[in-house]
């Protein structure tokens, strides 16, 4: 009789904790189809994709759940099982808390999530984690610049309490279920239960827990997107963002070249017949000989306009000029038009323009990790400083950020300027000059300009931008291009559209303010000893926009490059594959005489190498299209995604042989 009031108490507990399941299940649903309903209305796909779409994430958020029940249903087993009736009589007040605490993770993950969602068109990745290391202020400022945020703060508290009660409410002890089980059929049930829940925490009967493989259901990006669960995401990126802080970042392992470093080195360089003594020799180039560089140095300005993606420039037009003063200088000099960044965020990008190397997926930045202090030889400025230039970073943000600073300054910079040496320098108004990110970008270019200008020997300058960046502040005095949203613009825009008018107004002025530079170099006797580069960290736009063919241009960015007349000559394919990694030892070619260099990247000039463009959220380019790393088809995609993989594994060696 004992053991069915025990029985009794576990199965109306049970019916409480499906109760709530079953809340939290239909809060995960409806965040996946308000993500649908915001993003994925003008995604390519069929009916039966979607509804797999929805089924797939509904297993996934049924596995979240049945983890969450697994603590409190071995409670209720050991309960009946030893008759602990004290801790019967306390267990409802227990899990309250409990499914407090998870109920208040999960909402919380899942509004984070779709934050994240919002910029970068995906769910949350390791990057998530560098939010920590950015300007907490300027963070502030965006989010009550972009967000209505005592709104939104009234309305997020209003809907915990609402769920909070709701916890209160459903968890009780009441028994309206009554079962006269012998303890045969108790045994069973149990039994049942642990089996049950066990298979719905794995998702899948098959060789990987649901989590760990999320198989595809569409050809269309987003729809492949839509299953994942914040709270995976989130778990996920964790996972690997301690692993790359702990030291325990194994890359050269996870791609399959542990004891067979040389392999990796051979596919690189698609070789049989390498320097087995010293790898680092078969990545060390000399470049070729040019004679006029060597006589008359020319200076070398290497700008990285923030979130400066390419395919909104399709849009350009009388009416959405997009393209501002920067138009003519695209249509006169080299543009590489099949280029694509390194990494979605910023710091990445940039090290990895500045190593020559591509960016290493799941690691943290060299700069916020045990590398911040390690010089290392291949960096571009260090090669320019060793042929004569005066090397400069230029950052029109705070040096402080994510240890900027620190790290180039160990980098070949001679010197390393940001905001406050800008703001000092032209002796501008902090409050009216400068937005919460630094100074808007006229100035970082007049800065440049002066330092140009002032110059007693060759300059090697790296230019990076803070505009185009939310909250999106252009200077009160800035008079925009007209930029209307044509039909066709306004079916690939995702999201708000007033957010998206004020991302693009800011878009135009930095673009803007680029070809302007431009402008003033070509207009004044820099024009005939100066190479100019414009690139970009990434193509944030991405986060709001639908785009026809996915993976050829969601991470397309501009390599442009501007050469003196008496540096031309060079006959480029501006439609080869490329990334970050191979700017520099184009430039090197270009501008450099006999000079040794290290890099994983090609020079474009040679057309008889593989060129492929690597970015490390698996999205791969090349001279054909754009296509998803582990999803290769074709000898050439093959091709370039075993060149990939082998390129990172050298890159790891490089990077640790820096070390010994």
Request: glycine residues 4%; charged residues 20%.
């Amino acid at each position: 009789m004992k053991n069915k009031k025990y029985f009794n108490f576990i199965i109306n507990s049970l019916y409480s904790l499906f109760k709530l399941s079953l809340v939290i299940l239909a809060f995960m649903f409806l965040s996946r189809l308000y993500l649908f309903i915001s993003y994925g209305t003008n995604s390519l796909y069929s009916i039966t994709e979607l509804l797999n779409a929805f089924w797939l994430g509904f297993r996934l958020d049924l596995s979240i759940v049945a983890y969450i029940n697994i603590l409190p249903t071995l409670v209720l087993i050991f309960i009946w099982l030893f008759k602990l009736d004290k801790l019967r009589t306390i267990s409802m007040r227990i899990f309250k808390i409990y499914f407090i605490i998870f109920t208040t993770l999960i909402i919380s993950f899942t509004f984070i999530d779709l934050v994240y969602f919002s910029f970068f068109a995906e769910h949350s990745t390791i990057m998530i984690f560098g939010v920590f290391d950015d300007d907490t202020e300027a963070l502030i400022n965006t989010a009550f610049a972009n967000y209505n945020i005592p709104l939104v703060s009234l309305i997020g508290s209003i809907f915990y309490i609402l769920i909070y009660i709701l916890v209160f409410k459903i968890i009780n002890n009441k028994e309206s279920i009554k079962v006269n089980w012998n303890f045969k059929k108790q045994i069973l049930f149990i039994i049942s239960l642990v089996v049950l829940i066990g298979i719905l925490a794995r998702g899948s009967l098959g060789l990987f827990p649901l989590a760990k493989y999320i198989p595809d259901v569409s050809a269309d990006p987003f729809i492949n997107n839509l299953p994942q669960t914040p709270t995976y995401a989130l778990v996920y990126a964790y996972k690997q963002y301690k692993k790359s802080k702990s030291g325990k970042y194994n890359l050269i392992k996870d791609l399959g070249y542990k004891g067979r470093i040389n392999e990796a080195f051979k596919e690189h360089l698609e070789l049989e017949n390498i320097d087995t003594e010293n790898l680092l020799n078969n990545i060390t180039y000399t470049t070729k000989s040019n004679p006029i560089a060597k006589k008359n140095p020319p200076n070398i300005v290497v700008v990285m306009v923030e979130s400066f993606g390419m395919p909104l420039l399709s849009y350009q037009s009388e009416t959405f000029n997009i393209m501002g003063k920067i138009k003519k200088h695209f249509e006169e000099d080299i543009l590489f038009t099949n280029f694509i960044s390194s990494s979605n965020g910023t710091i990445s990008s940039l090290e990895a323009l500045l190593l020559d190397i591509p960016s290493r997926p799941g690691a943290t930045s060299f700069s916020q990790s045990k590398y911040l202090n390690t010089p290392f030889k291949q960096a571009s400025a260090r090669v320019y400083q060793d042929s004569g230039y005066e090397t400069s970073f230029v950052y029109g943000g705070d040096l402080s950020w994510r240890n900027v600073g620190s790290f180039m300054s160990r980098q070949g910079f001679d010197s390393v300027k940001g905001k406050a040496q800008i703001v000092k320098s032209l002796n501008l108004d902090i409050k009216s000059d400068a937005h919460d990110w630094g100074v808007f970008d006229e100035f970082t270019y007049k800065y440049v300009l002066d330092k140009l200008h002032k110059a007693t020997k060759p300059q090697f300058i790296f230019v990076l931008t803070t505009n185009n960046h939310p909250p999106y502040t252009v200077p009160a005095n800035y008079k925009s291009n007209k930029l209307e949203f044509s039909k066709k613009l306004t079916e690939h825009i995702k999201g708000d559209l007033d957010l998206a008018h004020r991302r693009v107004k800011d878009y135009g002025y930095a673009v803007d303010m680029a070809g302007d530079f431009l402008d003033k170099i070509k207009d004044s006797s820099l024009a005939k000893n100066t190479v100019v580069v414009v690139t970009a960290d990434n193509n944030t736009v991405e986060g709001i926009m639908r785009y026809d063919d996915y993976y050829t241009q969601t991470k397309r960015i501009p390599f442009y490059i501007y050469l003196p007349k008496y540096l031309r000559g060079v006959e480029f394919n501006t439609k080869l594959a490329s990334s970050h990694k191979d700017i520099f030892p184009t430039l090197y070619n270009l501008t450099l005489d006999s000079k040794k260099y290290i890099a994983i990247g090609k020079d474009l000039s040679d057309e008889t190498q593989l060129h492929c463009g690597f970015n490390k959220a698996d999205v791969l380019v090349t001279n054909e299209s754009g296509f998803k790393g582990s999803k290769a088809k074709g000898v050439l995609q093959e091709r370039c995604l075993k060149h990939y993989k082998a390129s990172l594994a050298v890159t790891e060696y490089m990077i640790e042989s820096q070390e010994k």
